[in-house]
């Protein structure tokens, strides 16, 4: 089969999508299928698999955008590709993957975690927003017009779909899934023992980890007032959060500080060798306020680590049997609270683990691609009934 995956960008340091993106890639090469990856430029590569940068053709961002849809509805009206299935919304691809959800449901994110004075000021900060504007544009005819295949990465993605869009035909969820480095028992004993000693966390101290590239919109702020409330209404437990991301980590250092949590809480960079905080961590804990499907908790839960997210998180969805704890949303702080205490609980921690180990089998890349083949099997074929809408 001859498939072309699109992307905007291909550069996995960006994010979960892009990462996602090349493992199915590498995957659906090493199956035997001819794979072309189409974005405006790449900082990836893979034996096999064919890179096309189209370029990033114009001055403004929704120029450059306008300019690679077109590309790539050129690309396909030559007829190389049997699949051409895209993450972001191209009008004429046969097999849309909304990887960072619908448009309306991330805009719905960004009004709900603000005061309604700041609800008020982003919702028109959101008309001006014309890069915003033109994506919502292809999404909505894309998903209203075109009878494309729409492979949401959890029932809560699917969802959006119908309450947004009033889509279920022709829509099948294709649950998110990650890959994880294979660690032996005494790599893994070791970063173990090293990370700790640095945190100041002995064998008994719970510690737990939040990986995030945008603290806003993973409720880090929250994270860190929940954490404290827990921690001095329960006389002070032996407990640490560690927070690896890049953002604007002085302000939340500030944060911890008032709050009397400073020594407790430790700020690290991004790292492409996340697998060592993992090995440090008890639990795993993110409080999202939108994420389709987080790839952060589907790792956590590959190495059996318990984990605490939202009902904002598809990932939620895999938690259900015993793995994790959901609470409603960030702001939900006694929730947050009793959550924390339960992860704290060493006895409740392994049979938590047992959950995730049970899990994990599940989630893999390998699974994912099995289930995007038989989906493309089911695709409607290329230019079935679309205007490309130049």
Not at 23 to 36: N, S
Not at 80 to 104: E, F
Not at 292 to 316: D, F, K
Not at 372 to 380: D, E, Q, S, T, V
Request: with cysteine.
């Amino acid at each position: 089969m001859r498939i072309a995956l699109v992307i905007e960008r291909m550069d996995p340091a960006r994010g979960g999508r892009e990462t996602s993106t090349g493992q199915i890639a590498a995957l659906l090469r090493a199956r035997g299928h001819e794979v072309t990856l189409l974005c405006q430029d790449a900082r990836w590569e893979h034996e096999g698999v064919t890179v096309r940068a189209l370029g990033r053709k114009g001055l403004l961002r929704t120029r450059r955008l306008e300019n690679f849809v077109h590309a790539v509805q050129s690309e396909m009206a030559g007829g190389a590709y049997d699949i051409v299935h895209a993450t972001l919304p191209i009008p004429g691809v046969n097999v849309y993957q909304p990887r960072s959800g619908t448009m309306p449901a991330q805009a719905a994110a960004a009004l709900r975690r603000r005061s309604w004075v700041g609800r008020v000021l982003a919702a028109g900060a959101m008309k001006l927003q014309v890069h915003r504007r033109y994506l919502a544009n292809l999404e909505a005819r894309l998903v209203r017009q075109t009878p494309c295949l729409v492979l949401p990465v959890s029932e809560m993605v699917a969802r959006e779909l119908a309450e947004y869009y009033g889509r279920r035909e022709g829509v099948q969820v294709v649950m998110n899934a990650a890959d994880v480095a294979a660690v032996d028992e005494q790599d893994w004993s070791h970063w173990r023992q090293r990370a700790r000693y640095l945190l100041g966390a002995g064998p008994e101290s719970t510690v737990f980890l939040t990986v995030a590239k945008n603290f806003e919109l993973k409720g880090v702020g929250e994270l860190i007032r929940g954490f404290a409330r827990w921690y001095h209404r329960n006389n002070r437990p032996d407990a640490r959060l560690v927070v690896v991301g890049r953002d604007n980590v002085e302000g939340y250092q500030r944060h911890a500080g008032l709050r009397d949590v400073g020594d407790r809480v430790t700020f690290a960079p991004p790292t492409t060798e996340i697998e060592r905080w993992y090995a440090a961590c008890d639990a795993c804990v993110l409080l999202s306020w939108y994420d389709p499907c987080s790839r952060v908790v589907l790792e956590a839960l590959r190495y059996g680590i318990p984990c605490l997210t939202t009902s904002y998180n598809g990932a939620a969805e895999v938690l259900g049997g015993g793995a994790g704890v959901v609470i409603a949303s960030p702001a939900d702080t006694k929730g947050l609270e009793a959550a924390l205490g339960e992860l704290h609980d060493v006895g409740g921690r392994q049979r938590r683990r047992e959950a995730c180990l049970a899990a994990a089998g599940n989630l893999s890349v390998d699974r994912h691609v099995s289930e995007l083949l038989a989906a493309y099997a089911r695709a409607p074929r290329l230019g079935a009934g679309d205007e490309h809408g130049r």
